[in-house]
């Protein structure tokens, strides 16, 4: 059983990590929206590059015909129209997908807000001492909080020394509110028998 002070901490490290997963699905949104953009510029240049393509080559097979050059152009303008009806499903496809992810941007956005206010009202619980702690590893590393697995951190997966280990099960010299941290990544581990 984790001592009181670490429930607390696991439940702002759990806290922690919600938050910070819609941190970064939402940093993802611009990107992916920048992605479908590319698309579509793409798209309309490769067809704005055919029509050209294909109406000198039409004049160029038919110069000097008068009759069979108009009809050349006649049918560049009709593989043109087909094209363009082709790009425009595809644009508007990509608009969809667009709008979408826009869609997804407010609601990971009032995602977030939640999980903010959770992760704050997590961090009321936890005292002082821990709270620095656990910041001071946060900014550098993620998880803060792991479990040791057979003598080792199960973080960096090293093996952690006697004292901590004793520390991590509570039986430390400050008793079952004393934190242990791993000596090698730092992290404060826990035991999990
Ligand atoms: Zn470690």
């Given at each position: 059983m984790p001592s009181p002070l670490l429930e607390t901490l696991l439940i702002l490290q759990d806290r922690d990590t919600k938050k910070l997963g819609i941190e970064v699905q939402l940093k993802a949104v611009p990107r992916d929206v920048a992605a479908v953009e590319a698309k579509i510029a793409a798209e309309k240049a490769a067809i704005v590059g055919h029509e050209i393509e294909t109406t000198l080559k039409q004049i160029g097979e038919f110069e000097g015909q008068q009759l069979e050059l108009m009809y050349g152009l006649d049918e560049a303008k009709k593989k043109f129209a087909a094209a363009e009806a082709v790009l425009k499903t595809n644009i508007s496809g990509h608009e969809a997908r667009i709008k979408t992810l826009r869609e997804r941007e407010v609601s990971l956005a009032a995602e977030l807000k939640d999980a903010q206010v959770a992760f704050n009202l997590a961090r009321e619980p936890v005292t002082e001492p821990a709270r620095r702690i656990y910041d001071r590893i946060a900014v550098r590393t993620q998880p803060v909080i792991v479990a040791t697995n057979s003598g080792t951190c199960?973080?960096?997966?090293l093996k952690i020394s006697n004292e901590v280990e004793t520390a991590a099960r509570?039986?430390?010299?400050?008793?079952?509110n004393q934190l242990a941290t791993c000596e090698n990544c730092g992290r404060i581990v826990y035991w999990e028998s």
């Open positions: 199960c973080g960096c997966h509570g039986k430390g010299p400050a008793g079952p």
